[in-house]
């Protein structure tokens, strides 16, 4: 994946706030990995980029997410390399981790020279079970957790015609009908993170794909911040005040 410096993004759908601030929001149905652009627009130096994990076969191991080694992950603990089916593999094809309740798996991240941080993560979050979490850090301090009834709450129950319950994926097409399938942006309003910690405490798995990082600095004065979740755009052109925090 190439390095992507554009201009910023995103709308919010949930928050939390530890020591920092955290908003959630997620992709349209189908879509498994966001467009660099929107994550970007407005914002000058922009830093962003993939692990597809296609390449890795199990076992721990660093990345650079394709950014030149600006931006590096350190992937370690008890996850597994599949092949993509009808649980996860973004596309229906290549490789994915997952993981099961043996226990957790971290990317530890750095920022190279120039990059101050970590702000931005985005993951194809698939098959959700009841048992899966992620955990966000900084310096070792938990500044958000996502559990299962936040990924419920955004994109709703697997009952009647959900776009979002089962793979969208050209190859595994509408299987796995009772579970939730998202691309999810998670965004620190104002801080970084430096480590993410993925759980399973139950009997199913925890699997994702596309692990998207980004470096978001401040946007540009009088630039145009356009907010997307759930196939919606909002123009933030009005001076009038609008409830909730803005990414």
Known sequence: ?????????????????????????????????????????????????????????????????????????????????????QYGGAGGTGRYPELFSGGPYSVTLSAGSGVPGVNYFGLWLSALDAGNSIQFYENGTLVYSFMPADLIGLVGACTGSNPFCGNPSVNFNGQDAGEQFAYLNFYDLNGYFNQIVFSESGGGGLESD????????????????????????LALLSRRRRPGPRP
Do not use: K
């Not at 390095?3 to 601030?21: E, K, N, P, Q």
């Not at 349209?28 to 467009?35: I, S």
């Open 1 to 85: 994946m190439t390095i992507h410096r554009a201009l910023a993004i995103g709308l919010i759908v949930s928050g939390l706030s530890c020591a920092d601030t955290f908003v959630t929001n997620y992709e349209p149905a189908g879509v498994q990995l966001p467009d660099p652009a929107l994550i970007c627009v407005g914002r000058a130096g922009c830093l962003i980029g993939t692990e597809t994990f296609d390449s890795w076969n199990g076992g721990g191991f660093t990345t650079d997410f394709g950014t030149g080694g600006l931006i590096t992950g350190v992937y370690a603990g008890s996850f597994l390399s599949y092949a993509a089916d």
């Open 210 to 233: 596309d692990h998207t990082v980004a470096y978001r600095p401040a946007p540009e004065p009088g630039s145009v911040a356009l907010f997307g979740a759930g196939g919606i755009l």
